[in-house]
């Protein structure tokens, strides 16, 4: 079982940037790593995911804005956040589901605020 740790949010202008990390304390080689939001009054939804192999897949209100990587040496997954907007300001959340069996694990969580 892995426990999940995210830091980077904060406060940051409309067009900034802000670059999340997602610290796992073990092997996430064999996790599917997933980056939720959740804003206020608003249901979690999925802003991208990148398989165990590398390759990703994002909601279309972050496409080309946002980029998930992963360093699997590090236990690490990133999420990359470029132009953002005001309507991206959400906790920011991330998950891990194993490739092959049930187990899922979610972190706490990280205040992305975007505002002038």
């Known amino acids: 079982q892995v426990q999940l740790a995210e830091s980077g949010g904060g406060l940051v202008q409309p067009g900034g940037s802000l670059r999340l990390s997602c610290a796992a304390s073990?092997?996430?080689?064999?996790?599917?790593m997933n980056w939720y939001r959740q804003a206020p009054g608003k249901q979690r939804e999925l802003v991208g995911t990148?398989?165990?192999?590398?390759?990703?897949v994002y909601a279309v209100s972050v496409k080309g804005r946002f980029t998930i990587s992963r360093d699997n040496a590090k236990n690490a997954v990133y999420l990359q956040m470029n132009t953002l907007k005001p309507e991206d300001t959400a906790v920011y959340y991330c998950?891990?589901?194993?490739?092959?069996?049930?187990?899922?694990?979610w972190g706490q969580g990280t205040q992305v605020t975007v505002s002038s």
């Open positions: 998950h891990a589901r194993h490739t092959t069996n049930p187990l899922s694990h």
């Open positions: 073990g092997s996430i080689n064999m996790y599917v």
């Open positions: 990148i398989s165990s192999g590398g390759s990703t």
